[in-house]
């Protein structure tokens, strides 16, 4: 493993704070919209910056660090920008740039009336997230992690119909009952080992632990951190939370929640546990049953959706489990490819969500059965939707087939063809569900479309973009935000290398 060093900074916090200090400017603002959005553009802009400035010293395994306050000896709130929590922060601080761009164009279109609160709370979401991933602990990991799931709740009830209150109670639900779990988890954990500071290989080594309490204290974890990972079967407030407005799904499914939960699941396993424990105990056995599982069955659901973004959803739970059977596979390519995948399905599945957002706001359609020739008066917004259906399907030379490519690898260094045979069928079962979309778009003919165009461009700009990133990262992983290296310095401090 490589020697970590440390220095004191205050730009991860900084980072956290930025989106928060925001708020109160977008709420006095709320009868000039303008202005209002300017604060958001703003302060995600800054935010993106500060993370932005991490990434050198995190290349050279320097680590920014900031302890908050001391509550007793071994727990404190604090923060650490590691190369993995810079990994995240950069996807998080990134892409709600572009989200912000696209909400503002959403909601203008629909003449939406909540357009202040839903900018605050989006605003306090990423805050939230950006604390999740700089959390130097547990503690800490666990306070931010429960105000996502809190800051989350409006905006998912944000049309306040009947139906989006029923998925925000179930939201909550699930998201609660998980939180109770990772609070128990921690608590155990900080009885076992008088500490709470996440270590790369594990914090667990040295401190004899039972088989019986290592599997409770997993399972503990696996609970809590796995209802936002969205593994079967914990996974049904995902498609329901679908109620939301499609920039609240794009946060969902590619930006803050749902990324926190794998993010959370790969500190569990690289940083709580450590590889060796986790081999030593079979507890990546337990993680490679449930992804599988999960990838596959979650695909053939995908498959019988007619609501676009319900196929999406299900899309995304088929993929989280990828980064989740990475993480399990435990082998240096696995763990590689499971961490890239956290970036390049982020920008994938976000241009699949603004895409199905700019056809709700342009055409009022939100069934796969109702875009038939859609492609021919909206070909920027499908084309970009091409894009992500290819790569979320493994095809080169879009991003999703390099991070696939690396966990196939993974799994011949595990020695473990069932898991390669997963994948396989997982990438038929993705263009099973993908393809026909685009020949309805471009190969049927459409009707009620004559006068039809192209959506806002604060909604087509920002799609097209992210599809063409998903192609330049896919070509170049390491394009302009280092990606590549950034997870090769994470395997490289679990693991001591990339074999």
Not at 71 to 100: H, M, Q, R
Request: glycine residues 8%; proline residues 4%.
């Amino acid at each position: 493993m490589n020697i970590q060093s440390c220095y004191t900074s205050f730009v991860p916090l900084y980072a956290v704070l930025v989106s928060l200090l925001a708020v109160p400017l977008i709420i006095l603002s709320s009868k000039k919209k303008n202005l209002r959005d300017f604060w958001t553009i703003g302060a995600s802009l800054i935010k993106f910056g500060l993370v932005i400035s991490l990434i050198p010293n995190a290349l050279l395994n320097k680590t920014a660090e900031l302890s908050i306050v001391e509550i007793s000896p071994g727990i404190e709130l604090a923060l650490k920008a590691d190369p993995f929590g810079v990994f995240f922060a950069l996807v998080a601080s990134g892409l709600w740039i572009f989200t912000s761009f696209y909400s503002i164009g959403y909601v203008r279109g629909l003449k939406d009336k909540k357009q202040t609160r839903y900018f605050s709370y989006f605003a306090i979401c990423l805050s939230s997230t950006i604390g999740v991933a700089f959390a130097a602990n547990l503690l800490t990991f666990v306070i931010f992690y429960e105000i996502l799931t809190i800051a989350t709740y409006p905006l998912v009830i944000h049309k306040e119909d009947e139906k989006s209150i029923r998925a925000g109670r179930k939201y909550l639900a699930y998201t609660l009952t998980a939180g109770s779990l990772l609070i128990a988890a921690t608590a155990l954990t900080y009885q076992i080992t008088n500490n709470l500071d996440f270590k790369a290989g594990g914090m667990f080594n040295g401190i004899a632990l039972t088989p019986n309490m290592a599997l409770i204290l997993f399972l503990l974890f696996l609970g809590g951190v796995g209802v936002k990972a969205s593994i079967m079967p914990l996974h049904s407030w995902l498609p329901t939370a679908m109620a939301a407005p499609t920039p609240v799904s794009a946060l969902l499914h590619a930006v803050a929640v749902v990324k926190s939960g794998v993010f959370g699941i790969v500190r569990v396993v690289l940083f709580v546990f450590g590889p060796k424990l986790m081999y030593e105990l079979g507890l990546n056995n337990i993680l490679i049953v449930f992804a599988g599982f999960t990838i596959i069955v979650a695909s053939l659901m995908a498959l019988k959706q007619d609501n676009l973004k319900r196929r999406l959803a299900y899309s995304t739970i088929s993929h989280l489990s990828y980064i989740v059977l990475g993480a399990g596979l435990l082998s240096s390519a696995a763990i590689l490819g499971a961490i890239m995948h956290i970036a390049f399905h982020a920008v994938m599945k976000i241009t699949l969500f603004f895409c199905a957002g700019a056809i709700y706001v342009n055409l009022h359609k939100e069934n796969i059965s109702e875009l038939n020739g859609i492609g021919k008066v909206m070909p920027w917004t499908m084309g970009a939707f091409a894009v992500g259906s290819i790569g979320l399907t493994g095809i080169p030379p879009v991003n999703g087939f390099v991070s696939k490519w690396y966990i196939g690898l993974g799994a011949l260094q595990a020695n473990n063809l069932i898991v390669l045979i997963i994948l396989i069928i997982s990438g038929l079962l993705n263009a099973a569900y993908f393809f026909p979309i685009l020949h309805r778009a471009f190969f049927r003919t459409g009707e009620g479309l004559e006068d039809k165009k192209e959506a806002s461009p604060f909604m087509v700009v920002p799609l097209v973009i992210t599809a063409i990133l998903a192609v330049l990262l896919g070509i170049y992983p390491d394009f302009l935000f280092h990606f590549y290296h950034l997870a090769v310095m994470v395997v490289t401090n679990v693991l001591g290398g990339i074999s």
